[in-house]
């Protein structure tokens, strides 16, 4: 009969670990971030390729420098157990903490398979990781996949198969440490050599047993003998090797910390060189608008077009409602006079009042109000879209020649839609002189007041003046 092949599914928790297995197996393994979840191994069998294939789910673990229980039971596995291939699989969205784990995988097996899991949702948060170069570096095959919706679990599969099956050999690139600490494993590693049944890399048991963790020290008895440390050669040479640290000022403590330290300081390069943050739609928007707007060429033409766009529309289209206003001001003023002439009303008092005083206001309105309506949200809306910013940016060096300020261009734009408006404006230059000069230059700025609709001046305006001040 032939035998299964073994499988090892192991990562950080929380990666999306137990959706894979149930992806592969079809079966409905439970997820949970407790202690104590998921310390028993979760075991599923699946058929490729004419194959028979046995995947083990093992506790979430951060790392193999083990302190919990279920970190302890998935080291012990990786390291002691027998198995045909290890997928690793990771978070895209946070691979800096994921790739500590891999690194000391690759220590212990070169049968190795990284599963870059998530991908859709590091695509959502615009975050880009580039997976051959992520495979180049580590020695290893990467595979991207989104396990929830199943993509990338068949070229998992296939890649599986061929490391599990011996087809394509990997080559693993290991961490180098400081050059004391690979002397002494080195050391170890002699002493090691042929006085233990594995197919594991020797380098990475003389690491902890240098390291002189009880905990992984007992597996290995358990594993290898309790007689194991008894061997002559292994115990000389682990005892010089840690003589030789000791006396280069390396204690457990400053081991530990100078293994961990390397691990990080690895994991950080190889993150920042493959993981890319992708420009948002906005960021995307705004470089267009660079492009387009802080042109050499296209800057000045474009703003100027931009300002004529806004100043026609403001003009053109403030002659509707203007006319509107000035039909209903008009009649208004009409039923007023003749209302106020009904009840006894002097003339000289509603000539006064109504041809005087209220004329002369529904005129400002009906001249004021629409250009104003129309002229300052689309400058609100050339400010929301980052173009007023840059047009301030264009101007600076003209305005800088003139002995004024650059954000004096916002405050002349403002002018003409209002004079008050663009001089209260000019509290955002911070220099006293050029907030000075922008504020008298900005009174003379020509705005929609004094370039009334030229509806208004029509003589039906005049013509209705006249019928209003004829009435007895």
Same mark, same amino acid.
């Not at 943050?277 to 492009?291: H, N, T, V």
């Given at each position: 009969?032939?035998?299964?092949?073994?499988?090892?599914?192991?990562? +950080?928790?929380?990666?999306?670990?137990?959706?894979?297995?149930?992806?592969?197996?079809?079966?409905?393994?439970?997820?949970?971030?407790?202690?104590? /979840?998921?310390?028993?191994?979760?075991?599923? =069998?699946?058929?490729?390729?004419?194959?028979?294939?046995?995947?083990?789910?093992?506790?979430?673990?951060?790392?193999?420098?083990?302190?919990?229980?279920?970190?302890?039971?998935?080291?012990?596995?990786?390291?002691?157990?027998?198995?045909?291939?290890?997928?690793?699989?990771?978070?895209?969205?946070?691979?800096?903490?994921?790739?500590?784990?891999?690194?000391?995988?690759?220590?212990?097996?070169?049968?190795?398979?990284?599963?870059?899991?998530?991908?859709?949702?590091?695509?959502?948060?615009?975050?880009?990781?580039?997976?051959?170069?992520?495979?180049?570096?580590? =020695?290893?095959?990467?595979?991207?996949?989104?396990?929830?919706?199943? /993509?990338?679990?068949?070229?998992?599969?296939?890649?599986?198969?061929?490391?599990?099956?011996?087809?394509?050999?990997?080559?693993?690139?290991?961490?180098?440490?400081?050059?004391?600490?690979?002397?002494?494993?080195?050391?170890?590693?002699?002493?090691?050599?042929?006085?233990?049944?594995?197919?594991?890399?020797? @380098?990475?048991?003389?690491?902890?047993?240098?390291?002189?963790?009880?905990?992984?020290?007992?597996?290995?008895?358990?594993?290898? =003998?309790?007689?194991?440390?008894?061997?002559?050669?292994?115990?000389?040479?682990?005892?010089?090797?840690?003589?030789?640290?000791? $006396?280069?000022?390396?204690?457990?403590?400053?081991?530990?910390?100078?293994?961990?330290?390397?691990?990080?300081?690895?994991?950080?390069?190889?993150?920042?060189?493959?993981?890319?943050?992708?420009?948002?739609?906005?960021?995307?928007?705004?470089?267009?608008?660079?492009?387009?707007?802080?042109? /050499?060429?296209?800057?000045?033409?474009?703003?100027?077009?931009?300002?004529?766009?806004?100043?026609?529309?403001?003009?053109? =289209?403030?002659?509707?409602?203007?006319?509107?206003? @000035?039909?209903?001001?008009?009649?208004?003023?009409?039923?007023?006079?003749?209302?106020?002439?009904?009840?006894?009303?002097?003339?000289?008092?509603?000539?006064?009042?109504? +041809?005087?005083?209220?004329?002369?206001?529904?005129?400002?309105?009906?001249?004021?109000?629409?250009?104003?309506?129309?002229?300052?949200?689309?400058?609100?809306?050339?400010?929301?879209?980052?173009?007023?910013?840059?047009?301030?940016?264009?101007?600076?060096?003209?305005?800088?020649?003139?002995?004024?300020?650059?954000? $004096?261009?916002?405050?002349?734009?403002?002018?003409?839609?209002?004079?008050?408006?663009?001089?209260?404006?000019?509290?955002?230059?911070?220099?006293?002189?050029?907030?000075?000069?922008?504020?008298?230059?900005?009174?003379?700025?020509?705005?929609?007041?004094?370039?009334?609709?030229?509806?208004?001046?029509?003589?039906?305006?005049?013509?209705?003046?006249?019928?209003?001040?004829?009435?007895?």
């Amino acid at each position: 009969m032939k035998k299964k092949k073994k499988i090892l599914l192991m990562g +950080n928790p929380n990666v999306g670990k137990s959706t894979v297995f149930n992806e592969i197996t079809g079966s409905h393994q439970h997820t949970g971030n407790w202690t104590g /979840k998921t310390v028993d191994i979760a075991k599923g =069998g699946y058929y490729y390729k004419f194959t028979d294939y046995e995947l083990i789910d093992l506790p979430g673990t951060y790392s193999l420098l083990s302190s919990s229980e279920e970190e302890r039971l998935a080291r012990d596995y990786l390291c002691f157990e027998d198995y045909d291939c290890v997928v690793c699989v990771v978070d895209a969205t946070n691979l800096l903490r994921n790739l500590n784990l891999v690194f000391q995988i690759i220590e212990v097996t070169d049968k190795a398979v990284l599963l870059l899991n998530l991908t859709d949702e590091a695509k959502k948060k615009n975050i880009a990781v580039d997976e051959n170069k992520l495979s180049q570096i580590l =020695g290893i095959p990467v595979i991207r996949a989104t396990a929830r919706s199943g /993509k990338g679990i068949n070229e998992l599969l296939e890649q599986v198969h061929l490391v599990a099956n011996d087809i394509v050999q990997n080559e693993s690139k290991i961490l180098f440490y400081s050059n004391t600490i690979e002397s002494a494993a080195h050391q170890v590693q002699r002493g090691l050599k042929g006085r233990i049944d594995t197919n594991k890399k020797l @380098r990475f048991f003389a690491l902890r047993l240098l390291e002189n963790d009880e905990s992984f020290n007992n597996s290995f008895k358990a594993h290898f =003998g309790e007689d194991i440390f008894h061997n002559g050669s292994l115990r000389a040479n682990l005892n010089k090797a840690k003589n030789d640290l000791s $006396q280069l000022g390396y204690n457990s403590d400053k081991y530990g910390k100078a293994i961990t330290t390397a691990i990080f300081e690895k994991t950080n390069s190889v993150a920042e060189q493959i993981v890319k943050a992708l420009p948002s739609k906005k960021e995307r928007r705004e470089k267009a608008l660079d492009d387009i707007l802080l042109g /050499k060429y296209t800057s000045i033409p474009v703003m100027l077009l931009l300002l004529g766009i806004v100043l026609w529309l403001t003009i053109a =289209g403030s002659n509707y409602p203007s006319d509107f206003l @000035r039909n209903v001001f008009d009649s208004f003023e009409i039923w007023l006079a003749d209302s106020l002439i009904s009840i006894g009303v002097s003339q000289t008092i509603v000539g006064l009042l109504v +041809n005087g005083v209220l004329r002369v206001l529904l005129w400002v309105v009906a001249v004021m109000l629409p250009p104003m309506a129309i002229f300052f949200p689309l400058f609100a809306l050339l400010e929301d879209f980052g173009i007023l910013p840059r047009v301030a940016f264009n101007l600076d060096g003209a305005f800088e020649c003139c002995g004024a300020c650059g954000k $004096q261009a916002l405050t002349t734009c403002m002018g003409y839609g209002c004079n008050a408006v663009g001089v209260t404006g000019c509290r955002i230059i911070d220099s006293p002189r050029e907030r000075l000069v922008a504020i008298i230059t900005n009174s003379l700025t020509p705005c929609n007041g004094r370039l009334p609709p030229p509806t208004l001046w029509q003589l039906p305006w005049l013509k209705a003046q006249k019928t209003s001040s004829k009435q007895p």
